[in-house]
């Protein structure tokens, strides 16, 4: 084995972060011995009643024994193993009650943090000095420490065995502390490591969180795309009828413009939300709904594209979050229409006792027919939104015409 092999544990740097996390195991203590050693010098005394002090004794017991069992212990002791120990703990759940085998396993870290770093405290006040007074035998320094006193078979005279001695005593501190850092490091995670209910708790945040960043994707998806969509054929259009029907040409980069600031709005508001800080209040979100449905085919036939739509029943009357996702369907119904059909779009919307129910269906353009199969992320979206309100979606190609049927119940959603 290579010295430098042998010699790393005690220059390395964990060795040192673990050595100071001992350290503050060693001064968290301390106040606990002061108070053992009161209570003993007390209990020594004749003249001091002995039922007083066993009560006395009692109570700072139980109030010294309870912040082991805190959360806020746990959540310190969880900081100082990651930063110190190099362990990779997760943060306690926010707003989640530890049960009572969590509250054991870090009662019992904090327990060994405490006498590990006592003991380490202690053999740095008593183990090197004594190592540095044999030392400094060696090389005339007279510390008074030894003197003719004996240690075991060696004498103050005996300076070359006493500094032997000494570089052994530092060289077993080290080593020992390095060893109590890496049994440290090696019982952070079972100790401090969360519980089943933490680690369900954590998978269900972070489930959540995945999920509201899918439904902002759909969001943006849906509302850029169809923006630019609508930006697109109204720019080519009036490219064509510039010269021709300049009133034309104005209206189509009126509607270009509203286009654009419908869009920006509903990026500033995704873009709001990602920049949010946890626990934070986001802005209101530009909730769109089939109330809006007229302006949006209003939009979709200034861009060009004819839209025969006709609804039996009241749209207000509709759930909000049925309203809200048959809207961003109808969207990205009408966007994918532009896109890669032709002709007519016709759109018919039925409000039921228990269901919304829309269909949409044009031309098939040539792009399409190529390739009917393949939705896109739009298509995508839609399949999520649908299977959110637990409803049905039929889309693909039906004869020369591409349909898209879309079922969405009512149930758990009022």
Known sequence: MKPRTVLAPLVAGSTWRRGVFLLLGGVLVLPYVLLAVAFAQMLTQSDVPRPLVLGLLVVAATIAAVPVFLDGPR??????ARALLGVDLPDPAPGHVADRETRLRSALWIGLHLVSGGLV????????PMALAFIGQQFGLDTGMTGGDRFGPFDGRDTGWLTLTGIVV???????VAGLGALAVSMAPVLLGPAQAERIAALEARAARLAE???????LHDSVGHALTVATLQAGAARELLDRDPEFARRAL???EEAGRTAMDDLDHVLGLLREPAGGRAAPAPQRTLADLDRL????????LPVDARCAGDLADLPAAVSREGYRIVQE?????ARYGRGPVTLRLGVHADALELELDNAVGRRRRADPGRGGRGLDGMRERVLLLGGRLTVGPDGDRWRIEVRLPFEGTR
């Open 121 to 128: 405290v202690a053999a740095l006040f008593s183990a090197v």
């Open 170 to 176: 530092l060289v077993a501190l080290g080593y020992t």
């Open 333 to 337: 119904g009408l966007t994918n229409a």
């Open 254 to 256: 009126t509607a270009i």
């Open 297 to 304: 085919v209003a939009d979709t036939r200034a861009a060009g």
């Open 75 to 80: 959540a310190l002791e969880i900081a100082a």
């Open 213 to 219: 960043r899918n439904r902002l994707a759909r969001e």
